[in-house]
């Protein structure tokens, strides 16, 4: 699989990073590098292998429904890099 | 099974609609799906909010177990298969109420697999026109916050209380052919989930809501490209999105275009659906296996109990009430279709039975329709419904015990009626205070009917001379003088004889 | 007392509590010394006031006659990876400038239980990612470390717990913590002369820890000897309800059953660790420690990990794809950078933040993890990832069933030159090619100083054990630690 600008491009704006055009281009063959090496594990058979599910065996605890935190409007928003009348705020969305 | 006859006239003749909801219900619980902020509906921005749902740098997700339990309950009572090994995934995107920037989901291997629910296309006989609808899949995912966008001219808001909140994401076959089969879905759907007590179904509240998917083909084609509109709030929408987006595909088909697959939105005030290009963008979820989260395994302990606390189901209910309580199938169907209706019934029923020292099923019709009639009447005149109701379930039974046992007659029955609703008082605290009290006094009751045939000797005279429709002016005037409180009976006996002279 | 920032966290725990010099005494000494050692750019913030609060906490315990706690009046850095209450806590990068959380780590909130005190935040590769300490966004890491033969070339630290190494090394801190995901603790420790171990995935808790690659972050000390390591790993690990991946069982009582003697242990000697273009320098030091183990006790068995060759490929499928989805939540919406010009929208408020908050190395593998789980490409990289993962796991699985421990060089080389790799991805991941396997079959492991290089330069030797025999791993680790006298240091150009 070879990656080309246009598809740099295209992860980019999946991953929300803004790109040049010169940033694709420099990218393209240094991914293409990348995941050239990373194919190489086209080579083992795992036709009869399960995927890696919990790297130790341990089992998902459930906790117990219980209120344990809330009431901290102001530790939630005080990192915010803006912020109104207890909101978070971002540029106005059209849906 | 009954086929759908619902066919939309085209021009070009007659075309099916098939139809498939994804509704996410919101699991009753009182902390998150996976931190302990609270889940309460109303509450002020950012208030119900943990560092975990404000995805702060190295905040991990923890399980509440209660969630899961209610997606399971809520899988037993459709008869679904229940996955003792489950996974969550994460879901990839970015959008301002999304604050990890991903939901966790379950798409590989969802929690609940395949079950199913029967609807009732005829409400006068449940059983006349039932069919099934199935159920791909049930599992469980976070909501996501809310934007506010009319707050700031240049800005939203931004309020996560809902991000995290644990959501049923109930996904059918796309086995509906007609809007009445989707409201009689979505109706049915949201009774078995308040029954089990795991959603408490308010579309209002957006507690629950479904995503609506449409195709129309020519009958008995393949599948058309289907359009999904989103987030649509009450029944009544769902039904209107049905028709609307099946008519607005019919005229683009016949018009020689082409049905986009892509997201909508039904906007009740234009009547019409619309798509949602802005979310449209290169949608690429990049689903994967959250590796914050191990797989989910139950126990058989964990299902037992989950099986264990189950209630009687609608269906059940339905046909337990018409073949034990001797209810007609409209009664019985009316009065399981919801669950605290069928709870309210169920305590007048049982407080009837224990003050008559009687079977329920003995006293059931008499409530049944009390209820149905009476009490519903008097909600609906006074803008009230059961929860609200003025008189309780015990009241009731009071009042139908006194009725049944002679001290009320009908018409006194809802003259004490009237007062409870008014003044919240019991019946027999009525009865006595106000002397309401049916008398089968011969000799009162003998009086006054001297005394009323003396006043009338005209219709006495018409009545001797065999119109003998005027029985029913005597009655009506000697109730009238014993202001209501004569046994009927015993007015009619003895009117019979007086008259007869 | 000459210089108390010449002892270990053992020496200063005991001297302290046997009153051979006061808390405060200790802390000021290692105050002096972090604010002489800024030429090595091993902290981006400094906390000497947190330091001389646990000091005087120590101190007050035992003018009253209290009990002291396992590590009381003990200054240590912290890795710039935990979240810190109120110190801004960054991960090396432009996007969490000036973050400060409202929370602990829990890993930090048990050092400090512990009675530890802090000197700062370390610096790191940004967001973890790194192998020599040049991706932070506050400047590289240097090595105290130098080449002989009059060489001054500033030398890496290894990454990504460079900060970490730099400052052990150079007796800025007698201990700090490490997060290890392919070897973030063990290859700067072999850098850099020290002893560094990465537990049992789920030994410690990763609640507050800035993430990288959840499947494969583990936290674990870093100090000069083996002994410090399991002092600090005791008071770091423990189950914590609020990892679903943390473990619930107790943590041993590692630094007490400490023992060299390795008789009835048997050591596997994996054949494919040994590649091509490995110094002899490095396969010398390997068979030294083949000698070591014998020495202490031990059988020395061959063994082989088939799947070796693939580990690293496969991290750099894995690593990435939780990445690119672990990072997606820094957005400018609720912390750290915002960048939003005049008519932009959310959209690319958001492709702008995080093209000027995250550093190349780090867009880079958020677009290589993007990639790998996109549409029509997850099965042939991700899930075939993944599978191979689980036979690097049975690889290890297998061997364990031969053997009790494994011995391995911990890098393929000594510390090299900054800039001598950044400039070509591929030659700076394959740095991790003997720590990574472990880090996919969450093994313990841990990196131990074992001798010099021709140009001086230290060399560290990896044990890798089976899961939760973290003492195996630091016994075998003390043995050769024994035998190998290393005792080397940098010496003083800061």
Partial sequence: MSVDTATVKKVASLARIAISDADAERLAPELNNILGWIEQLGEVDTSSVEPMTAVIPNKLRLREDVVTEGNQRDAVLQNAPQGEHGFFTVPKVVE | MTESTYRIQGETGEWEVVIGLEVHAQVTSNAKLFSGAATAFGAEPNSQVSLIDAAMPGMLPTPNQECIRQAVRTGMAIGAVINKWSRFDRKNYFYADLPQGYQISQLFHPLVGEGQIDISLDDKDPEANVKTIGIERIHVEQDAGKLMHDQHPTRSYVDLNRAGVALMEIVSKPDMRSPQEAGAYLSKLRAILRYVGSCDGNMDQGSMRADVNVSVRKPGAE??????????????????????????????????????????????????????????????????????????????????????????????????????????????????????????????LAEGARIQKKGENEVARASANWLLSDLYGALNRLGKDLDTSPVSPEQGAELLALAADGTLSGPLAKQVFEIMLETGDAAGKIVEERGLKQTSDTGAIEAVIAEVLAKNPGQLEQYRGGKEALFGFFVGQTMKAMAGKANPAVVNELLKKALAG | MSDITELGVAELRDGIRTGKFSAREVADAFIVKVSQGKALNAFIVETPEHALAAAKAADEAIAKGEPLKPLSGVPLGMKDLFATKGVQTTAASHMLEGFKPVYESTVSQKLWDAGAGMLGKLNLDQFAMGSSNETSYFGNVISPWRRGGGDNAPLAPGGSSGGSSSAISARLVPGATGTDTGGSIRQPAAFTGIAGIKPTYGRCSRYGIVAFASSLDQAGPMARDVRDCAILLENMAGFDPKDSTSLNLPVPNWEEALSGDLTGKKIGIPAEYLIDGTPTEIAKLWEA??????????????????????????????????????????????????????????????????????????????????????????????????????????????????????????????????????????????????????????????????????????????????????????????????????????????
């Fill in chain 2, 223 to 348: 599948f058309g490209t289907r359009t999904e509109t989103k987030n649509v709030n009450s029944v009544r929408f769902v039904m209107q999105t049905v028709e609307i987006e099946a008519r607005r595909q019919v005229e683009v088909l016949e018009a020689g275009g082409k049905i986009v697959q892509e997201t909508r939105l039904f906007d009740p005030d234009k009547g019409e659906t619309r798509s949602m290009r802005s979310k449209e963008d290169a949608h690429d979820y990049r689903y994967f296996p959250d590796p914050d989260l191990l797989p989910l395994e139950l126990d058989d302990a964990f299902l037992e109990e989950c099986r264990a606390s189950l209630p009687e189901l609608p269906d059940a209910k339905r046909r337990r009430y018409e073949q034990e309580l001797g209810l007609s199938a409209y009664n019985a169907a009316t009065l399981t279709a919801d669950a605290d209706t069928a709870r309210w019934f169920e305590a007048l």
């Fill in chain 3, 289 to 494: 420690g083949i000698a070591w183990v014998k020495d202490a006790g031990a059988e020395v068995i061959e063994v082989s990990l088939p799947h070796t060759k693939y580990a690293l490929p496969t991290y750099y499928i894995i690593a990435p794809a939780e990445a690119s989805s672990n990072l997606a939540r820094y957005d400018g919406v609720r912390y750290g950078l915002r960048e939003l010009a005049d008519g932009q929208n959310l959209q690319d408020m958001y492709a702008a933040t995080r093209a000027a908050g995250f550093g190349p190395e780090v867009q880079r593998r958020i677009l290589i993890g993007t990639y790998v789980l996109s549409a029509g490409f997850y099965d042939a990289y991700f899930t075939k990832a993944q599978k191979v993962r689980t036979l690097i796991a049975q690889d290890f699985e297998n061997a364990f069933s031969m053997c009790d421990l494994l011995l391995t060089p911990t890098a393929p080389s000594s510390a090299f030159a900054l800039g001598e790799k950044s400039a070509d991805p591929l030659a700076m991941y394959l740095n991790d090619v003997f720590t990574v396997p472990a880090s996919l079959a969450g093994l313990p492991a841990m990196s131990v100083p074992a001798g010099l290089d021709a140009g001086g330069l230290p060399l560290g030797l990896q044990i890798i054990g089976r899961p939760l025999d973290e003492q195996g791993v630091l016994n075998a680790g003390l043995a050769i630690e024994q035998r190998a006298g290393f005792a080397a240091r940098p010496e003083q150009w800061w």
